[in-house]
């Protein structure tokens, strides 16, 4: 080889070996900025943050990983209520998120504030959870005003007087349970209450809200609704994490959509199917939506507000009666003096089972007991509701403009 053939290979392995050179160092550049980046953000959440005073796990006042990690495992109450053992009536959920847990906290956060006081308005979270329809509901709604408006709606039909008249659609329901319950406890294997729980509780609210029942006992197997709706909330909560990191959030609504959009569509999708078979119906029933029907037929309320407004009845009343009833069950089951009383009080006012009617159990004294006791002790949706503080002074601390607080029904 000669010399020239020899400068060349030289020439290009230094070539080689400084483009090398210069990824590596771009990579070890590119690598040390995000460490910087991160160790800053750290510092400055644990020390010079406005919530920097607030007591909470390191983790959790360091970075947003302790959230996300809790909040999508399904334990994030129960850890909540942990926390507060350890830290008190508020600590610090997140780097810019608060925790509160006494009985004034939580009228400051979600009742009506004094005269010439801000409203605690809805966090973003609340976007996320109305996603898949052209209209908000009652529970998307975050202006003041429009839910208000809503809320002046559907109000009616949950008064005492309301309810009662819908009890012969709940009766009906019941009747088929308690029909199916009893032919199958039967069986020596026993029954999973949890699960037929759930399938009376959507036939009801199914019953309620688009005026036909989704035949779930009947056909003794949950209806395939009910499978979207846990992965709709699943996916609610990952993209509520996600959009706390702008730039996860940006990779997410890339992303995600593959996984979502066909999940998101056909709930909604089945959503409006039923809200359609609805509107046709004729009968002269009652039931909680009756009101705002009358008004989209009227012009004042659209089809598609409707069809929002009973997706989220279906999904708050049906997850959280299913969640009381099954909860309520196994704490009678784990004490039997209180089951036993229940038992002899319940047998003691009726000769039959049909004698049993929705006035005459309101006036059972240990029955509402054993119900506010179970509301007590496991409350659904015992997560919390988030809220913006506008800054304000809740339980003597003052909670800056921005900061999301929660108030957990089963730390309160």
Request: hydrophobic letters at 40%; proline letters at 5%.
């Amino acid at each position: 080889m000669d010399n020239s053939s020899q400068n060349q290979d030289r020439t290009a392995t230094l070539w080689a070996t400084s483009a090398y050179s210069s990824r590596g160092a771009f990579a070890l550049l590119f690598i040390g900025a995000i460490v910087l980046r991160f160790t800053f953000y750290v510092v400055y959440n644990l020390f010079f943050h406005p919530l920097a005073k607030f007591p909470g796990p390191l983790l959790a006042r360091a970075s947003l990983l302790w959230r996300f990690w809790f909040s999508q495992s399904g334990r994030f109450h129960r850890v909540i209520e942990q926390q507060h053992s350890r830290y008190g009536p508020v600590f610090r959920v997140s780097p810019n998120e608060l925790s509160f847990a006494s009985a004034t906290s939580w009228k400051s956060i979600y009742g009506h504030p004094p005269k010439g006081k801000s409203t605690l308005i809805k966090s973003e979270f609340y976007d996320m959870y109305g996603s898949g329809y052209d209209s908000l509901c009652i529970g998307s709604e975050r202006d003041p005003q429009n839910h208000a408006r809503m809320k002046k709606s559907l109000s009616p039909a949950f008064s005492t007087k309301a309810l009662m008249e819908q009890e012969e659609i709940i009766q009906r329901c019941v009747d088929g349970f308690v029909e199916k319950i009893g032919h199958e406890s039967k069986r020596e294997t026993g029954i999973n209450v949890s699960d037929w729980y759930e399938m009376i509780a959507f036939d009801i609210l199914g019953e309620m809200a688009f005026g036909e029942t989704f035949h779930c006992v009947e056909n003794e197997e949950p209806h395939f609704w009910i499978e979207l709706l846990t992965k709709h909330l699943f996916f609610i909560t990952l993209i509520d994490n996600l959009r706390r990191v702008s730039l996860l959030f940006s990779i997410g609504r890339f992303l995600l959509p593959r996984f979502t959009v066909g999940v998101r569509d056909k709930h909604s999708g089945y959503s409006r199917a039923k809200v359609d078979r609805r509107l046709q119906s004729v009968s002269p029933r009652k039931d909680i939506l009756t009101n705002v029907v009358d008004k989209v037929k009227g012009g004042e309320v659209s089809q598609e507000e409707l069809t929002a407004h009973a997706s989220t009845l279906v999904i708050a009343g049906g997850e959280t009666i299913s969640t009381f009833l099954a909860a309520t069950t196994f704490y009678l089951c784990k004490t039997p003096s209180a089951y036993h009383k229940l038992q002899n009080e319940i047998r003691n006012r009726y000769q039959s089972y049909q004698d049993i009617d929705a006035a005459s159990a309101l006036q059972l004294p240990y029955l509402q007991a054993v119900i506010q006791e179970g509301l007590r002790i496991f409350p659904p949706g015992s997560q919390g509701f988030p809220r913006t503080s506008p800054g304000v002074m809740i339980d003597n601390y003052w909670i800056p403009a921005g900061v999301s607080i929660i108030d957990p029904l089963i730390s309160s």
